[in-house]
């Protein structure tokens, strides 16, 4: 059974740093790429930035380049967002999912987290 289970969400103040988890069970993490996707209050879902099985980081929010960071470690089939300087514009629940090549649309994603809170107070 393919689960994709994120955690280590929370509050964060501004400028604070914070990395969140996403453990991949049911399949093998090397043949695909994962995405994080975040959906703030009275907002659509965007993707954030997603790392491909080759490793190649594709950012699809300007607003984080240069702060958050994506890696993965296929021994534990985990991938890690690593996000700094953050902002309260950064709050939102962030999904991990999982497609075969990297896209910015969600539809290309066949499998998704749960989701995980990250508030950034103002």
């Known amino acids: 059974q393919v689960q994709l289970v994120e955690s280590g969400g929370g509050l964060v103040p501004p400028g604070g740093s914070l990395n969140v988890s996403c453990v991949a069970s049911g399949f093998t993490l090397d043949y695909y790429a994962i995405a994080w996707f975040r959906q703030a209050p009275g907002r659509a879902r965007e993707g954030v930035l997603c790392?491909?099985?080759?490793?190649?980081?594709?950012y699809y929010a300007d607003s984080v380049k240069g702060r958050f960071t994506i890696s993965r470690d296929n021994r534990k089939n985990t991938v890690y967002l690593f996000m700094n300087s953050l902002k309260p514009e950064d709050t939102a629940i962030y999904y991990c999912?999982?497609?075969?090549?990297?896209?910015?649309?969600?539809?290309?994603?066949?499998?998704w987290g749960q989701g995980i809170q990250v508030t950034v107070p103002s």
């Open positions: 790392l491909g099985m080759s490793n190649i980081r594709t």
């Open positions: 999912a999982r497609t075969r090549f990297c896209s910015d649309s969600a539809k290309e994603y066949d499998y």
